[in-house]
Nanobody
Framework: QLQLVESGGGLVQPGGSLRLSCAAS????????IGWFRHVPGKVREGVSC????????YYADSVKGRFTISRDNAKNTVYLQINSLKPEDTAVYYC????????????????WGQGTQVTVSS
C-alpha cells in the first residue's frame, strides 16, 4: 500500500519552530518531487514548498520564504519541512504530496497525499 504519513505538527507560540516529517511507505520517494501544502477551512489550499527528485532544487511561496526549509533524506525515505519564526497565519493543516513533476506546487501535479498534520500557532 502506497502511503505518506505526516507528523510533527502541534501547538506552538508565535516565533516558535516545528519540524514536519513526511514519511513514505510502499514506495520510494527518490523518484518523486515532494510538495508541502497547507489548508485552512474556507480558504484555498496553498502550496508552500516543494523539492525536486533529481537535483534537490527547491521552491518556496513568498509567504514562507526565509522561514521554511524543505529537505529530503532518501535513505530514510522521508522529507522534512523545518518551519521557523511561526506566525498565527501559519496555522493550518499541512499536507505532503508526491508526484512525478518539477518543482511546482500545483495540487493536480501530485499523485499521492498524506492525511495531514495540524499546526496551530497561538499564544
Amino acid at each position: 500500500q502506497l502511503q505518506l504519513v505526516e507528523s510533527g505538527g502541534g501547538l506552538v507560540q508565535p516565533g516558535g519552530s516545528l519540524r514536519l516529517s513526511c514519511a513514505a511507505s510502499g514506495f520510494t520517494l527518490d523518484y518523486y518531487a515532494i510538495g508541502w501544502f497547507r489548508h485552512v477551512p474556507g480558504k484555498v489550499r496553498e502550496g508552500v514548498s516543494c523539492i525536486s527528485s533529481s537535483d534537490g532544487a527547491t521552491y518556496y511561496a513568498d509567504s514562507v520564504k526565509g522561514r521554511f526549509t524543505i529537505s529530503r533524506d532518501n535513505a530514510k525515505n522521508t522529507v522534512y519541512l523545518q518551519i521557523n519564526s511561526l506566525k498565527p497565519e501559519d496555522t493550518a493543516v499541512y499536507y505532503c504530496a508526491a508526484g512525478f513533476t518539477t518543482i511546482v506546487v500545483v495540487p493536480t501535479e501530485y499523485d499521492y497525499w498524506g492525511q495531514g498534520t495540524q499546526v496551530t500557532v497561538s499564544s
